[in-house]
């Protein structure tokens, strides 16, 4: 088995290999978009950009394995089996990174959406580091493992829960995020928060689909500013969700507003379809608080903790669904 340091200098080499220019890594990542319309090569590096500033920086990795005491050599190493969503580019990466950086076995079941490019990035981390070989193994059916983590929707949760009942788990659920809107927002404010809404064609937990706004706010100035993503509108499957969306508003006879990319639709749910934004006016802050349901929110963008902009930059310690990742990973150690 590796030991810490040994997992750490490989992490380097891995990210190296994803910030460079080489023709293999190159036509994976096309490969990956021509599989799956909805990763655009523009959302493909965009990715591959945040996981290397944000989760494979040396010094946040060297912080990160320090806080839980994550041992030289873990001698309780254990197969964690990891069952990952796949509606983002290398959504699943940070659960690799966990289980990887506590130095257990992993197991992985790849989503149909998302089965190229993590297995080529571990393939090039067994090249880089060969002892890593024993430590990643992927599977289509999860089976024999000693622990599990599991990402889907919530009926797909209900199943993880049954199947997976008799062993320690992680299983997450939908989730989605919201923003907190005061009206005294810049043009530079509002499109950040467009990073918010339409990174990845709002396909992630970590998006924004619902906006909360003062009453009698103007949205001209959100609308005109959003245009920042008019391109997305061009791909088949983003302007099949608007067209749908605004022909359903048009037809039921509901107000909506609309800057040819994104439809604005007052509605109390913080979940909305693709391609559509819900909004709610507020008085106080407090009632929105109130409001939200602390099961179904990732995110909640334009507070001092997360601005706008950065809901799509998760770090080390931004852990999905708020359950910490790597104290679970110790703990089972630990036991």
């Known amino acids: ?80 089996g990891i069952t990952m969503a796949g509606n983002v580019p290398l959504v699943g990466f940070h659960d690799f990174l966990c289980v990887f950086a506590a130095g257990h076995k992993q197991t992985i079941k790849l989503s149909a959406k998302d089965n190229i490019l993590l297995k080529h990035l571990t393939d090039k981390l067994v090249q880089f580091e060969s002892n890593a070989k024993e430590t990643i193994e992927y599977r289509e059916i999860l089976k024999g493992c000693d622990a599990y983590i599991a990402t889907g929707s919530n009926n797909s949760a209900r199943y993880f829960e049954y199947y997976f009942k008799k062993y320690p788990h992680i299983i997450r659920r939908n989730r989605t995020s919201v923003a907190i809107i005061t009206g005294s927002e810049t043009n530079k404010d509002l499109e950040r928060l467009s990073d918010d809404v339409y990174m990845y064609f709002g396909l992630g937990c970590r998006n924004v689909t619902q906006i909360f706004v003062p009453g009698n706010y103007d949205f001209t100035l959100l609308l005109d500013v959003f245009k920042k993503y008019d391109r997305l509108i061009e791909n088949h499957k983003y302007k099949h969700n608007y067209d749908y969306n605004l022909a359903m508003h048009i037809i039921n006879q509901k107000f909506y507003m609309t800057n040819g990319s994104v439809i604005l639709s007052e509605n109390a749910s913080a979940f909305s379809p693709i391609s559509q934004l819900h909004y709610r006016f507020y008085n106080n802050k407090d009632e929105i608080y109130q409001s939200l349901n602390p099961e179904e929110i990732q995110c909640i963008a334009g507070t001092e903790k997360i601005p706008f902009g950065t809901t799509q930059q998760p770090g080390l310690t931004d852990y999905a669904d708020g359950i910490d990742t790597m104290r679970f990973l110790s703990d089972i150690a630990i036991n």
């Open 1 to 80: 088995m590796l030991n810490l340091k040994q997992r750490l200098a490989a992490l380097q080499l891995l990210k190296q290999y994803m910030l460079g220019d080489d023709e293999e890594w190159t036509t994976v990542q096309r490969t990956a978009s021509l599989q799956n319309a909805w990763f655009t090569p523009e959302f493909i590096t965009t990715a591959i950009q945040n996981i290397c500033n944000n989760l494979l920086d040396e010094e946040k990795l060297s912080e990160w394995v320090a806080l839980y005491k994550v041992p030289h050599e873990n001698k309780t190493a254990i197969n964690i």
